[in-house]
């Protein structure tokens, strides 16, 4: 049985069932990916999942963890590894059958036990190198809010 709100959202991926996530993602779910970095909306994510399922042949989960209080608030992430294989179109890049894997961590903010934001750290540079040098758009200079701000050694 799936006890958690983090095995539900990984369920929902590796299953291609995305419906799943309606009751434990907000509407306005705010992503940051190399892929949709500031993009809103739990349609949005939906879509970009359709997609990826496409490339992940399986993805298998390494680690979850889920620290909520009384009131469904906190933090949380998984970790799966991407097994992917691009025997297919993906968005506008031909596909060229290469495969290999890439780790990948949601990092899960919850609020009153929906996900309102989700922060893809990338692990593995294998997949993200595969696609930008297919000329896959890829963001720089992202700097997303912290939670607490380290020294500043420039000066």
Do not use: C
Not at 56 to 76: F, M, Q, S, T, Y
Not at 99 to 119: A, C, M
Not at 125 to 144: A, E, G, M, Q, S
Request: no cysteine; hydrophobic share 40%; glycine share 6%.
């Amino acid at each position: 049985m799936i006890t958690t709100l983090a095995r539900e959202l990984y369920e929902g991926l590796q299953r291609a069932e995305f419906d799943r996530w309606d009751p434990i993602v907000a509407d306005d779910v705010l992503v940051n990916s190399p892929a949709l970095f500031g993009q809103r909306g739990l349609k949005s994510l939906k879509e970009w999942a359709r997609w990826f399922v496409r490339l992940g042949k399986r993805i298998d989960l390494v680690d979850e963890h889920l620290a909520l209080d009384a009131d469904g608030n906190g933090r949380g992430f998984i970790t799966f590894n991407l097994h992917w294989k691009h025997d297919e179109p993906f968005y506008d890049i031909s596909p060229t059958g290469r495969e290999g894997t890439s780790v990948e961590t949601l990092l899960l903010t919850v609020e009153d036990n929906k996900v309102t934001r989700i922060d893809v750290a990338d692990n593995s540079v294998d997949l993200i190198l595969y696609l930008w040098h297919r000329n896959w758009p890829y963001p720089h200079n992202i700097v997303p809010e912290p939670l607490v701000a380290g020294v500043d050694r420039r000066s």
